[in-house]
């Protein structure tokens, strides 16, 4: 694996960073544009009531529930991917780390808002967090949604973390070479980073803790997401195969998620020097593993339940195997698992373009997995006469829109204020640490030849 | 402690819907207007299922008042993040309005589809609001509601009773619908008073709970509609 | 911040508000002195009367202060008053036991409603443009007696009609006193879904011009022709309590329940057998039961007068055997049979017959059949059959003498129109036949012949519309209200009831203004009261007393009723004077519509929310579920599965509905309980103008309904229509439904 080393990193991934592109404004308009348009979207269901949504009796979740586990899912791409290949030292991992842990924490940001838009009274949501209050009312730790507060700051927190510790030595970097207010900034931001070897150490090990902490945080996060329906006695939630089931539905979402972006990151800031065919085929080889682990349990799950042919959950199977639910349903199977087969499995097409477009099949795909899971199963719980259905209305499109936006706004940020892909880790990756462990970045983070 | 229940006869039962309307005029519940149940907002904590059988000329319809079953076991409750849905020491599901933050997880949970949620602010049509009943509160935008087994009732006939010391008789506590159903199809009381009507009638062959697979542990009974052999 | 500087800003921020809110007439709070004692919070229950059908039904009112918006000195304003809470049953009532049907329920929102018409109004555009001016109540009464006295002088009294709903209470006999009194022609009584067919029947059989009363808790078997008797006919929350004694009041004893109907209503959907005979033909099939019976001697023939004047009753009613009844009714033959046994051996046994198998032009011939059938079987007068409920002569209670015959509606808009004589002043009370009526009969155009309409509705419904003066009632909550029931006990019932709250609007009870108007003419009409309530208590103080301790007046107003033992002098004579000497037979129902271009019956119904439609304006009633097809706020048409397949039409599909008449467009809905050829529509939508609630929402089939009428009693025949259906196009919004699924099946097929 070859890219560029020492001032070329600097200058290749420092650029976005001090030179300001036309594009730049182009696009913070455009997807700023969007964001805008979803919070008009949300101030205005919270002023005119949430009847402006298509929300009906008796299905009362839908899109912003399925918006919530879509991006709680995203979210497992990166820390999850990360800190797995940190944990075995895989060393394509070093241009992808950063970049799939930024993943994370926006998607975990924007999916923590769906339970908030999806309230009925947002301005109270408070109530659900275990707040000191001198009446002494807590909130009730029975409900799952209680756990899903817990669990998924548990994870913003570590995740932050986690993408934060190995920003530190670059914020140096960029502090080192800046003027201005920019270096104040980015001096906070460094904490007084000064690449001793003390520090050096204590950030492996911080690293290394962190990442195996992460990992059965991110696995716990999905299966409580999970425990959102597999604990209400509702045909075709109340199953003990949601928990891994979620968990290999996210890590999929997660990977397809950070293909993108790689690929986009790779096209508009030039870093086809970074990121090489090679880390998207190792990534494209996962994303098909997770698309037959995905297909294997959907198939356990659609069988048991035709076997079992209990009559609640065979209401809710027939809907989405052949009934109106049932166009939604194949193109879900062809997208998560047809599609991603065919281009992942046959190594000509394990091309960056292939997948590309295995990537958002698997993204929509996923995305209609969580609708299905959600929608029909409401629309047919046990008493016929209740049956019902759910259509969107604009406030609820638009804002799902503006959560995708809102992703692409927060990269194009990131990428403009922090190097997207980690330089003191790229670096390393050439030369192998010293048994003295000092890291050859350290010089590198003296002899600066770039001009702020 | 008292544990209220309820029994309905099917084979009294005639599908007038006098007790749905009941509901309403008791419990200030409010009409969506047509365009709002036309989407699916119309709330009736009280509802008159009706079942079809068989082809023409050899059907049969049954109807069924479907109401909150106040479970004994009920999925509504342990999932409502803060304790809106709750049950109380005599055995009913309480929805407490001003706890309720619409998270709607709890309709969600609930197998029957009982739960309404306010997708706007209640409106009247001034002066309809004279009719408002002043014993119950009025839901704003963005909150569950339930049947309550018409709860301002039963508190009003314990204060009564207790001002008078005495127990609260069997049959002095009438909600709305069980007053108002012409043929007697509904019986509330006391179910841990084994003499109640209720208890009686929950104990009837004819008894059975509506889903009572789901493991819910329904308050209500529902006695089946016979038929002629 | 000092303290010093916080208090100014204080005070400057605190004066601003204050000046703000004073200068906005909006946020001006004027809290009026109340004119009435009420305890806030405390409850007290009243009685009451139901007034929306004419079963009679007794009300506990809840009664509670509340919050009213008023005007005063022409200052707006919040007043404390005693407003009516909640309508329950009158537990203790002889009709209805404690128990009210929705209709009943949903009553209250008439006292409340937002476009209740709030003073008297004179016509200001051009008639029925709805546009009228506000007028005193003097000068309005003036110029009615002066019109009224412009007659009398020209001698031309018969100018005057009186447009009202049928019935036997004090209001109908204080508007019979009137109209005679003035030397009016007899008032017109209309009711679309009326019991005049009935009432013709019972007394050509029994000698009784009355609807009976079914004592449905000992019936050991029931057998029902087309009768709503739980949804809407006759008193259908007396019959709701018995229907539930029926099936479970009695220890080890179920009633059974059989129903014959073209199309399953409400109270057919209850039935353990539910029988669909060809319409117009139930008393076919009545007859060929009875065939049964007696060619099977599984009865003795007590039938007498009841079977006697059934042609062929004599010889055995041979011509209703039961291959020819199955060719008939389209009833098999074995099926006839075993009905008949079932019901010789049950005893106590009952046929009941209404609605639609009585609509036809044969519908006196059905329930005379059907009377026989009851006479047959010996359920007449006995428990568990049906009997006739001893009625007070509101006449005679009243101190007066005589009461005319009531004209029907189709002659009073032909006359009308005929100019013979031509109407000069119309008065409507409580009818809306512009509405129900067929258009054949041209009761719009008649009314435009009339130089002045008065009405004293409380709505500007179709009919009121058209009035040139409204002088709006009171609601039922605030005036004086009453009721004698027809049927529905087991004794004679009489219920009053005195105002429950005070009136929110500038009306005035109409039997006040009927009172005060016979004072203002030139030549008084000398009724012997001053007010309505005066009138009522004179005659409820003639009645004999229940209790020992109260008179029967002070009693009645306590209770809400009077009932008990009546002396035949106050009793009603329902016989008639001289019973028919000819013997009736079957003749084939006369449909208006060739069977080829118009292939099905049509069969508009009264609807469990709406009955005729006059309650289409009740917001509870609107968003209530249809207890059959869930459907809310909307009309539709209900079409057998196999009709629909045919016809390529699909649930909730816009359909057309045609008949000789005219074309109406709804949604379908495809139901299992209809026979092949019929499509059947509930009444009560379709409303040009009745409140924000009803108007402009569904269609009204009597629009395409045909004058056929029952000729002995020139009843409309509104099952008599044919019409043929076609699909206009896929669902669109007209359609609103509660639920989802009308039965799992069709789900699963789906
Ligand atoms: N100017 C003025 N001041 C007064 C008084 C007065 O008459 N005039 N009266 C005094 C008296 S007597 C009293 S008792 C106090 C009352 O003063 P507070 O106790 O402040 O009373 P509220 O404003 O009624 O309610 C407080 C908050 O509780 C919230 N709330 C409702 N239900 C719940 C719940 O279940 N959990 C939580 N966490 N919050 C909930 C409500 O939304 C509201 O915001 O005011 C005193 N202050
Ligand atoms: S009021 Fe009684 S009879 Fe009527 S629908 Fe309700 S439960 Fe059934
Ligand atoms: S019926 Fe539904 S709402 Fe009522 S207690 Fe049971 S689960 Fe809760
Ligand atoms: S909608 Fe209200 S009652 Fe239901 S779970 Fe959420 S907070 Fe609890
Ligand atoms: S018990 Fe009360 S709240 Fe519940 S359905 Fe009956 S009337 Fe409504
Ligand atoms: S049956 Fe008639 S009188 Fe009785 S409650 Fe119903 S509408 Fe009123």
């Known amino acids: 694996?070859?890219?560029?080393?020492?001032?070329?990193?600097?200058?290749?991934?420092?650029?976005?960073?001090?030179?300001?592109?036309?594009?730049?404004?182009?696009?913070?308009?455009?997807?700023?544009?969007?964001?805008?348009?979803?919070?008009?979207?949300?101030?205005?269901?919270?002023?005119?009531?949430?009847?402006?949504?298509?929300?009906?009796?008796?299905v009362y979740w839908g899109f912003y529930v399925t918006n919530f586990v879509f991006w709680i899912g995203i979210s497992h791409a990166g820390t999850l991917i990360s800190a797995i290949l940190r944990l075995v030292n895989a060393g394509w991992r070093r241009p992808v780390t950063r970049c799939a842990e930024v993943i994370t924490v926006f998607a975990l940001l924007i999916g923590a808002m769906f339970p908030l838009i999806h309230l009925g009274r947002p301005w109270l949501a408070f109530w659900l967090f275990p707040y000191p209050s001198e009446r002494l009312i807590w909130p009730n730790f029975r409900s799952p949604l209680v756990w899903d507060f817990f669990a998924i700051n548990t994870y913003l927190t570590g995740s932050i973390l986690f993408l934060f510790l190995p920003m530190i030595p670059d914020f140096a970097v960029v502090r080192d070479r800046a003027t201005g207010l920019r270096r104040r900034v980015y001096r906070v931001l460094a904490l007084g980073w000064r690449g001793t070897p003390k520090q050096w150490h204590r950030l492996e090990t911080a690293m290394q803790i962190m990442a195996i902490a992460i990992i059965p945080v991110a696995v716990s996060v999905h299966t409580i997401v999970s425990f959102d329906f597999s604990m209400a006695p509702v045909p075709m939630w109340n199953t003990t195969i949601f928990g891994p089931y979620f968990v290999a539905g996210a890590i999929f979402s997660g990977i397809a998620g950070l293909l993108i972006a790689m690929a986009a990151l790779r096209k508009f800031l030039h870093l086809e020097e970074y990121l090489h065919p090679v880390h998207f085929e190792n990534l494209g080889k996962l994303l098909l593993v997770m698309a037959l682990l995905w297909g294997y349990f959907v198939f356990n799950e659609r069988l048991v339940t035709y076997y079992g042919n209990g009559p609640a959950e065979m209401a809710v199977f027939r809907q989405t195997q052949w009934q109106s639910f049932a166009p939604l349903h194949w193109t879900m199977v062809f997208l998560n698992f047809v599609l991603p087969l065919t281009l992942m499995g046959i190594r000509k097409f394990r091309t960056i373009a292939g997948c590309v477009i295995a990537s958002i099949g698997v993204i929509v795909g996923m995305w209609l997995e969580r609708f299905l899971i959600i929608v029909p199963a409401l629309g047919h719980k046990y008493l016929p006469y209740s049956y019902g259905t759910y259509r969107p209305e604009p406030v609820e499109i638009v804002i799902t829109i503006a959560s995708f936006a809102a992703m692409s706004l927060l990269y194009v940020l990131f990428a403009k204020f922090i190097p997207i892909i980690s330089i003191w880790e790229l670096k390393a990756g050439e030369h192998p640490p010293a048994p003295d462990l000092v890291p050859p970045a350290t010089e590198e983070h003296r002899l600066g030849d770039l001009r702020l | 402690m008292p544990r209220w229940g309820m029994a309905v006869d099917l084979d009294r039962c005639n599908g007038c819907a006098a007790c749905v309307v009941a509901c309403h005029a008791e419990n200030n519940i409010s009409t969506v207007g047509a365009d709002e149940a036309a989407r699916g907002r119309a709330k009736h904590w009280l509802r008159i299922e009706r079942y079809w059988e068989g082809e023409f000329p050899d059907v049969r319809l049954t109807f069924r008042p479907v109401l909150c079953q106040h479970c004994d076991n009920a999925p509504c409750e342990p999932v409502c993040p803060t304790y809106a849905s709750h049950h109380t020491e005599d055995g009913l599901n309480a929805q407490v309005y001003n706890r309720c933050i619409g998270t709607r997880y709890c309709a969600n949970a609930c197998p029957y589809n009982v739960r309404f949620f306010d997708f706007f602010n209640p409106s009247w049509d001034k002066p309809l609001h004279l009719q408002l009943n002043p014993d119950v509160s009025l839901r704003e935008a963005g909150v569950m509601e339930k049947c309550t087994f018409c709860v301002q009732r039963i508190q009003a006939a314990g204060t009564q009773a207790s001002a008078e010391e005495r127990e609260v008789q069997d049959g002095e506590i009438q909600p709305a619908c069980v007053q108002s159903c012409p043929s007697k199809a509904l019986v509330f009381g006391d179910l841990d008073d084994p003499g109640s009507r209720v208890s009686q009638l929950s104990r009837s062959p004819r008894g059975s709970k509506l889903l009572e697979d789901v493991g819910t542990r329904p308050k209500i009974t529902y006695l089946a509609r016979q038929s002629q052999a | 911040m000092d303290r010093r500087s916080f208090i100014k800003l204080t005070a400057v921020t605190g004066t601003s508000a204050a000046l703000a809110s004073c200068g906005n007439p909006e946020n001006q709070l004027i809290r009026f002195v109340p004119a009435e004692d009420i305890v806030p919070g405390i409850a007290v229950w009243k009685p009451g009367v139901c007034p929306l059908c004419q079963a009679g039904c007794g009300l506990t009112v809840r009664v509670m202060d509340a919050d009213a918006d008023v005007v005063r000195n022409g200052q707006a304003g919040l007043v404390r008053i005693a407003a009516a809470k909640k309508l329950e049953g009158a537990s203790d009532h002889p009709v209805n036991h404690g128990g009210l049907c929705a209709r009943g329920q949903a009553a209250i929102q008439i006292t409340y409603h937002p476009d209740r018409i709030t003073q008297p109004l004179k016509r200001s555009g051009d008639r029925g443009s709805g546009r009228f001016e506000a007028i005193s109540w003097d000068d309005a009464l003036g110029d009615l007696a002066r019109r009224l006295d412009a007659l009398e002088t020209a001698g031309n009294q018969r100018a005057v009609a009186f447009l009202t709903r049928p019935g036997a209470g004090f209001r109908q006999t204080l508007i019979d006193q009137f109209v005679s009194r003035f030397g009016a022609p007899a008032p017109v009584a209309y009711e679309l879904f009326g019991d005049d067919v009935q009432r013709q029947a019972n007394a050509l059989s029994f000698g009784r011009h009355q609807v009976q009363t079914l004592d449905l808790a000992n019936t050991r078997y029931l057998l029902g022709f087309g009768a709503d008797f739980l949804g809407t006919w006759n008193s259908p929350v007396a019959q709701g309590a018995g229907y539930g004694a029926m099936r479970q009041g009695r220890l080890g004893v179920r009633g059974v329940f059989v129903q014959v109907e073209a199309r399953m209503s409400q109270t057919g959907a209850n039935a353990d057998e539910w029988v669909a005979a060809r319409p117009g033909t139930e008393g076919v099939l009545a007859l060929g039961l009875a065939h049964v019976m007696m060619a099977e001697k599984l009865v003795p023939d007590s039938a007498g007068r009841a079977g006697a004047i059934v042609a062929g009753w004599s010889d055995g009613l041979v011509d209703y055997a039961p291959d020819r009844v199955e060719r008939s009714t389209g009833v098999p033959a074995a099926r006839?049979?075993?009905?008949?046994?079932?019901?010789?051996?049950?005893?106590?046994?009952?046929?009941?017959?209404?609605?639609?198998?009585?609509?036809?032009?044969?519908?006196?011939?059905?329930?005379?059949?059907?009377?026989?059938?009851?006479?047959?079987?010996?359920?007449?007068?006995?428990?568990?059959?049906?009997?006739?409920?001893?009625?007070?002569?509101?006449?005679?209670?009243?101190?007066?003498?005589?009461?005319?015959?009531?004209?029907?509606?189709?002659?009073?808009?032909?006359?009308?129109?005929?100019?013979?004589?031509?109407?000069?002043?119309?008065?409507?009370?409580?009818?809306?036949?512009?509405?129900?009526?067929?258009?054949?009969?041209?009761?719009?155009?008649?009314?435009?012949?009339?130089?002045?309409?008065?009405?004293?509705?409380?709505?500007?419904?179709?009919?009121?519309?058209?009035?040139?003066?409204?002088?709006?009632?009171?609601?039922?909550?605030?005036?004086?209200?009453?009721?004698?029931?027809?049927?529905?006990?087991?004794?004679?019932?009489?219920?009053?009831?005195?105002?429950?709250?005070?009136?929110?609007?500038?009306?005035?009870?109409?039997?006040?203004?009927?009172?005060?108007?016979?004072?203002?003419?030139?030549?008084?009409?000398?009724?012997?009261?001053?007010?309505?309530?005066?009138?009522?208590?004179?005659?409820?103080?003639?009645?004999?007393?229940?209790?020992?301790?109260?008179?029967?007046?002070?009693?009645?107003?306590?209770?809400?009723?009077?009932?008990?033992?009546?002396?035949?002098?106050?009793?009603?004579?329902?016989?008639?004077?001289?019973?028919?000497?000819?013997?009736?037979?079957?003749?084939?129902?006369?449909?208006?519509?060739?069977?080829?271009?118009?292939?099905?019956?049509?069969?508009?119904?009264?609807?469990?929310?709406?009955?005729?439609?006059?309650?289409?304006?009740?917001?509870?009633?609107?968003?209530?579920?249809?207890?059959?097809?869930?459907?809310?706020?909307?009309?539709?048409?209900?079409?057998?599965?196999?009709?629909?397949?045919?016809?390529?039409?699909?649930?909730?599909?816009?359909?057309?509905?045609?008949?000789?008449?005219?074309?109406?467009?709804?949604?379908?809905?495809?139901?299992?309980?209809?026979?092949?050829?019929?499509?059947?529509?509930?009444?009560?939508?379709?409303?040009?103008?009745?409140?924000?609630?009803?108007?402009?929402?569904?269609?009204?089939?009597?629009?395409?309904?045909?004058?056929?009428?029952?000729?002995?009693?020139?009843?409309?025949?509104?099952?008599?229509?044919?019409?043929?259906?076609?699909?206009?196009?896929?669902?669109?919004?007209?359609?609103?439904?509660?639920?989802?699924?009308?039965?799992?099946?069709?789900?699963?097929?789906?």
């Open chain 1, 1 to 58: 694996m070859t890219h560029p080393t020492g001032s070329r990193i600097n200058n290749d991934l420092l650029r976005p960073l001090l030179l300001t592109s036309w594009r730049f404004y182009v696009l913070v308009a455009f997807f700023g544009a969007f964001v805008a348009a979803g919070l008009i979207a949300w101030l205005s269901q919270i002023f005119f009531g949430f009847g402006i949504s298509g929300l009906r009796w008796p």
């Open chain 3, 336 to 750: 006839v049979e075993r009905l008949a046994r079932e019901f010789a051996a049950t005893r106590p046994a009952a046929a009941i017959v209404g609605g639609p198998p009585l609509a036809h032009s044969n519908g006196l011939f059905t329930a005379l059949a059907v009377n026989a059938l009851n006479a047959l079987v010996g359920s007449v007068d006995q428990p568990g059959g049906m009997s006739f409920m001893p009625q007070l002569d509101t006449v005679a209670a009243a101190g007066l003498t005589g009461s005319p015959a009531r004209q029907t509606i189709e002659r009073f808009a032909a006359d009308a129109l005929s100019g013979r004589p031509a109407p000069d002043v119309v008065f409507i009370d409580g009818v809306n036949p512009v509405f129900t009526a067929p258009p054949a009969w041209r009761v719009r155009e008649a009314l435009d012949q009339a130089a002045f309409v008065v009405s004293f509705g409380s709505f500007l419904d179709e009919t009121s519309v058209l009035a040139d003066l409204v002088l709006p009632d009171h609601s039922f909550l605030e005036s004086w209200s009453e009721a004698v029931p027809e049927a529905g006990a087991g004794v004679a019932v009489a219920s009053v009831a005195p105002p429950v709250m005070r009136p929110l609007y500038d009306t005035r009870a109409t039997g006040d203004v009927l009172l005060d108007i016979g004072r203002r003419l030139r030549r008084p009409l000398e009724l012997p009261w001053q007010t309505f309530d005066e009138m009522l208590a004179a005659s409820f103080s003639a009645l004999p007393s229940a209790t020992a301790d109260a008179d029967a007046w002070t009693d009645a107003q306590a209770k809400g009723v009077w009932s008990g033992p009546l002396p035949p002098r106050l009793a009603r004579q329902t016989g008639l004077a001289s019973p028919a000497r000819r013997t009736f037979s079957f003749e084939a129902p006369r449909f208006d519509g060739d069977a080829q271009q118009y292939p099905f019956h049509f069969l508009p119904y009264p609807s469990t929310a709406f009955l005729d439609g006059s309650l289409a304006h009740l917001p509870w009633l609107q968003e209530m579920p249809d207890p059959l097809t869930s459907a809310m706020w909307s009309s539709w048409i209900e079409i057998n599965p196999a009709t629909a397949a045919r016809l390529r039409i699909g649930d909730g599909d816009v359909v057309e509905v045609a008949s000789s008449q005219g074309a109406l467009q709804a949604a379908a809905v495809i139901t299992p309980g209809i026979a092949p050829d019929v499509v059947a529509m509930p009444m009560g939508q379709g409303h040009r103008t009745f409140t924000r609630y009803a108007s402009g929402r569904g269609v009204n089939p009597i629009e395409i309904v045909a004058a056929v009428t029952e000729p002995a009693t020139g009843a409309l025949a509104w099952a008599a229509t044919r019409v043929r259906v076609s699909r206009l196009g896929p669902p669109d919004s007209r359609l609103v439904r509660f639920a989802g699924g009308m039965r799992e099946e069709t789900e699963e097929r789906r």
